[in-house]
């Protein structure tokens, strides 16, 4: 990969010297070449590596869970707001229909409900991607005088890209814990969210913990998002870099929406139980899950709350029959939902679908106000999105099993959702099961 990821560098810098008119727009250009996907593999499973060398920020990374896709970019042409802010420069400028602008969406995202922008979205300078035995490396433009002064720009920042360095392992041990709530606040809120649904002001509110981790030593973000892409299978994993030290990451199962054209895909993943090494333990946990009457309600409210905010934006919608998802530590309940938009709109899908009830709750306004009301600490960008827009398509998962990693400090955010009957015990045992999958890469764990 390493002498693939240079040929295609020195081929972008001859593209480069070409001369580009002197007035403003957007373009990217474009190499690509085929690569030995077996010898890849065994020789460099990934663009993670490549992309933490490098010392140009911010970086974000990307990978699909289940299709052959991988995203390293870096460096900032053009950053936005908000998604609409996006959709509106692919439009003006004209963007090709595969230019792709990255990055984060915040759990308060929407300016229309009064909250601050929480969006962290930008058109990279550099993207790398493989898809499939594809590797493409490519480069955008942007100015608003002259295109041949960014050009210039351009170059010059190829010629400061690094070759890659193996990524130093997670060596980091947990020295202390403190959560947010603790154990005891943790059941206050519980009851003053059964209160609030018994008194019929919700049907289901979500509550997050968030557990600060002090570890022995600085952590570089990337040794953790490696280590997380090792064992954490099935799932989309996602980091965008401040800088070596200070990121936002996770390892997420679920998918918020992939929207190809007018097609959309989304899905209902609520409703879980542990998971297990031996493989008859897990799947009797899987058939418990399967037939439990909590969960299975807790998933149908999400269904509805989807096709209930889809009414208006799709022409058809089809509910899939529900799946168990195994993962490392924990089993999810899933249907997945196919709908055809009336247009292709990412700002509309993105209103429509984010927060689901999945991570805030039902009735949305009533659950986010009680959430902002009792949480100990603001969500930020956990249980908001993670992912890519563009004119052609546009793939966000929930940005959940998520990290922000400042130095030797990590918080990690958890979720369980609470409906009437929910157990405090059997709901921290919950949130601790789901932190698991990134509170056990770590050596030296307490409890």
Known sequence: MVKQLSHLLRRMQQVLREPQPAMPGSLQFVVSLTVDVAAAEESEP??????????????????????????AVCGIVRGFRHISDAEGFFQRYRSAPDVRVWGLNGFEH???E?????????????????????????????SETSLQEDTDEAAAFIKFLLPAHPIAPLTSRIVAQQHRPSREGWVSMLERALASIAADEMEKVVLARCTTLTLSQPLRAASMMAASRAANHRCFHFMLAHNAEQAFMGSSPERLYFRQGTM??????????ASDDNDRT??????????DRKNQCENQFVVEDISQRLQQSAATLDVMPPEVIRLRKVQHLRRAIRATLHQASDTACLNDLQPT?????????????????????????????????????????????SAEINGDKINLYAGAGILPGSDPEQEWVELDNKAAGLKTLFDGEVS
């Open 46 to 71: 990934s663009l993670l590596p490549w992309l933490a060398t490098q010392p140009v920020y911010p970086q974000f990374y990307w990978q699909h869970r289940q299709e052959p896709e991988e995203a």
């Open 110 to 112: 929407s300016a229309v």
């Open 114 to 142: 009064g909250g601050d922008p929480a969006d962290y979205l930008f058109l990279p300078r550099v993207e790398v991607m493989r898809q499939g035995n594809q590797l493409s490396l490519k480069v955008n433009l942007f």
């Open 264 to 273: 959309l895909n989304t899905e209902a993943l609520a409703g879980t139980v």
């Open 282 to 291: 897990a799947e009797t946990l899987a058939q418990w899950l399967m037939n």
């Open 357 to 401: 009830a999945a991570v805030a709750g039902l009735p949305r306004q009533a659950a986010r106000a009680f959430i902002r009301q009792v949480e100990p600490f603001t969500r930020g960008w956990y249980a908001g999105s993670a992912g890519y827009l563009s004119l052609a398509q546009a793939e966000f998962c929930v940005a959940l099993r």
